[in-house]
Every structure is written in C-alpha cells, then in structure tokens.
C-alpha cells in the first residue's frame, strides 16, 4: 500500500487540505512579497521561488525568471520590487488561459502548461481550447509512444532471434564446406589403392605408397574385412558423399545469407520507423516472409504501403527514401524514372533512395545529400566514413523471387559520407 508523506490515506476517512507552510501566490500582497523576494540572500533565485510560493515549479520559476529577465538571469537593483511585479503579473493573467503542449522534433510531447511558456525550447507548440483537450492529447500521445516502443521492440526481438538462429547454422554450413573440402584426400587414397591394388595381400592393415599428389611416401589404413578394390571404393565413396555436400551446402550458404541480409534490413527499417503504421507494414512484411503468423499481417496484405520520406536538395531536386522494404520495393521498381539517381549503401543493410528527375545527371551537392541520407538511414548510421553506390535507376534489377527490397545493380560509383542526422532533419519535408 502507498503512503502518503502528507496525510493518512484510508477508505472512508474524510480529506483535509494539508497543511502548507508557503504563501499562495493568488492572495499574497505586494509588500509581503517585496518583503520575501527580500529575505533571500545567497540562496539560488529558482529554488528560492518554489520553496516559498505554493505551486510554483522549477519550471514554473524558470518562466518567471524568463519574463522577468528573457537575456539570463543576473542580480540588479530593487530587484524585490521589480521581480515582485512579473511574480503578480504572472499569477494574475493566468484568468487568460492559453494551454499549450511542447513538442520534439520527431513530434512527441514533452512539457504542457496552462498558459503559453516562452522559457520552453520547442520544435513546435500546439495551442488548446480547454486544459482538459491538452492534458487528454499529451498522454494520449505518451501512450501511443508506449504503444509504439512495444511494438518495436516485440519485432526486433523476433528478428534478432532469427538472425541468431540463421548465424548459428550458417557456422555449421562453414564447418560443413570446410570438412567438404578434404574431399579430393579421399579420391586421392582411393587411386593410390587402385594404382597399388596388386600389391595388397589378404589381411593387410596398411598399405605402404607413394602419394600421387606429393611425390612422397604415404602410408594407407586398410579394412582387413574388405577386399583391396572395396577399399577403395570406401574412399571413393566418402569423396562423392563429401562432394554432392558441399554443391547442396553452398547453395543453401547462399540462401541462409539472403535471408540474413533481409532480416538486417529489417532491423534498419525497424529503428527509423515513426508511426505505428510503419511498424505494421514491417509486420506484414515478415509475415509475407514466414517470419511471422499474426492476423494483422494478412490483413494488411491488401493495403498500400504508407508513402517514404521526401527531401528536398540544396539544390532544389526532390529525394526519396524508403522507410521499410516494402517500400523500397515500389520505390525502386514502380516509382522511379529510368533516368533518375538510385542509391544505397554499399554491401551494407539500409534503405533505397532516389533522386527524382535527375535525368541522369546531378549536380555534386544534391548527390553527396543524396548519399548521406542513404548512410543515416542503414546499419552503418554510427559509422564515421561509409560507401554508398549510386547509379541510374535502369541498372538495378530484382532477381525473381528475391526477398522485398533485395535487388542487383550495375554500372555504379561509390561515394563515401558520413552520416548526419542534422541534414537529414534539415533538408526533410515533415
């Protein structure tokens, strides 16, 4: 059970307003006020406001504060008198109500006052009608936040996951071709004893040769139970097993590393998704993939993909980027004019960006901004220097029944940036 510091919280028991040994700033008089502005001596102004007025937070004394001196705070003459004003003024316009919400750059909220704070930095403020409206909005959003962080983290996890399990066998798949490649040792043996076949008598556990391959002398376990051609084809038949593994190894390898490289595509699309919208087309995605069995995932099956980000260059081109493989798939292979500017990071898990109306050609800013999207939105985004390729859109092909967003391209060049989130924010349309 909780326990509260001030009162005693019991079913039935009658509540009292606790007792607070500070001045209510909606009935104290001016010259008390003077007086206590007074009594402050060496005590820091902003704690000193909220431990001798009631309801005044540090924020709250940091707008007063604000008002009172908007360059910085800094101690002046008759400071009682003057800052006991903005303390009155303050207090007697809150009649005006104007609830306002705070909001980050990615739009989340992170602050909400009862009337219009100008101490508060901001990427952008929306204005209510009532505190009630405000209040409703700001956890509404801190909950679909939750929601969302949840969402990604159930699908990440899953990913990871898979990508765990997908490595673990691909270490198996190296051991196997590595084993594999002992193969032509016992195609080797295997004609030595052919070679060497008279020479074996019955009841030979060894046989004493020169090794083809080297020149040198080598010497052979024989199987007394076996005659000596049977011996060889037990070589012979170890080499064709080893063989035909290795062909079926490599081509599932390869398959194992396709799926690998989605899946960390996913990981990349996953991070840099914004809206709950986002997350289920990633959903839907590895549903499509077998990844995942969830009802939402068919029954997005027959939506559009939500739009990528849109930017606009230095100089003036528009660039697009996918934010999930689903749309780097339309992006890419509907979207794009056959002359415009494709990018993507260079071997590196990220997404597809395109500079529209390019016509084949570009001018170096709008490229190298171009690029360096393409490394803030991949794998490699915490990285100082990465490679991006970029060719025209008619170089990039995909492969039937690739995974979505998996293509092949030609006919590029390579670039090296560095990630920079800041351009990103800079040059994107929200």
Excluded at 150 to 159: A, P
Excluded at 195 to 224: C, H
Excluded at 249 to 274: C, G, H, P, W, Y
Excluded at 390 to 418: C, H, W
Aim: net charge positive; with cysteine; aromatic share 8%.
């Amino acid at each position: 059970r909780s326990l509260s510091r001030v009162r005693c919280v019991l079913p039935s028991l009658a509540y009292e307003t606790p007792i607070s040994t500070k001045l209510n700033p909606l009935a104290i008089s001016r010259p008390t006020l003077v007086e206590m502005l007074g009594k402050r001596k060496n005590q820091k102004i902003k704690a000193y406001l909220s431990e001798f007025l009631q309801g005044v937070s540090s924020q709250t004394a940091e707008e007063i504060l604000y008002r009172y001196m908007p360059q910085g705070y800094a101690a002046q003459p008759r400071e009682p008198e003057k800052l006991g004003e903005v303390i009155l003024s303050f207090f007697s316009g809150l009649g005006d109500l104007e609830p306002a919400m705070y909001l980050q750059k990615d739009g989340m909220p992170f602050f909400y006052s009862p009337v219009r704070y100008g101490s508060i930095g901001a990427d952008a403020v929306i204005i209510y009608k009532c505190a009630n409206e405000m209040a409703d909005s700001y956890y509404m959003k801190l909950k679909e936040k939750e929601m969302l962080e949840k969402k990604r983290g159930v699908l990440s996890k899953r990913v990871s996951k898979q990508i765990e399990k997908l490595s673990s066998i691909l270490k198996k798949q190296l051991d196997t071709i590595e084993n594999a490649k002992k193969a032509e040792k016992y195609k080797n043996l295997g004609d030595i004893i052919t070679a060497n076949i008279y020479r074996i008598k019955k009841g030979m556990r060894t046989l004493q040769a020169e090794d083809f391959s080297t020149g040198e002398g080598i010497t052979i376990a024989l199987d007394t139970r076996l005659s000596p051609a049977a011996n060889a084809q037990k070589n012979y038949k170890r080499y064709n097993k080893l063989k035909s593994g290795l062909d079926i190894t490599a081509k599932r390898m390869m398959d194992n590393n396709k799926e690998i490289a989605f899946l960390e595509s996913v990981q990349v699309s996953l991070v840099s998704s914004e809206t709950m919208d986002e997350l289920c087309e990633i959903e839907y995605e590895l549903g499509k993939a077998g990844i995942l069995k969830t009802a939402s995932a068919s029954v997005r099956a027959t939506e559009k993909p939500s739009v990528p980000h849109q930017f606009v260059s230095s100089d003036g081109y528009t660039i697009y980027a996918g934010k999930n493989n689903r749309q780097n798939d339309t992006l890419t292979m509907k979207t794009a004019g056959a002359d415009d500017i494709w990018l993507h990071t260079k071997d590196i898990p990220g997404a597809h960006v395109l500079i529209s109306g390019a016509k084949g050609n570009v001018p170096d800013i709008t490229l190298l901004e171009a690029a360096t999207i393409a490394a803030t939105l991949s794998k490699a985004r915490n990285s100082l220097k990465v490679p991006v390729d970029y060719t025209q859109r008619k170089n990039v092909r995909k492969p039937g029944g690739a995974k979505p967003g998996m293509v092949v391209y030609d006919g590029y060049n390579t670039i090296l940036v560095s990630p920079d989130k800041s351009l990103f924010e800079r040059l994107i349309i929200r």
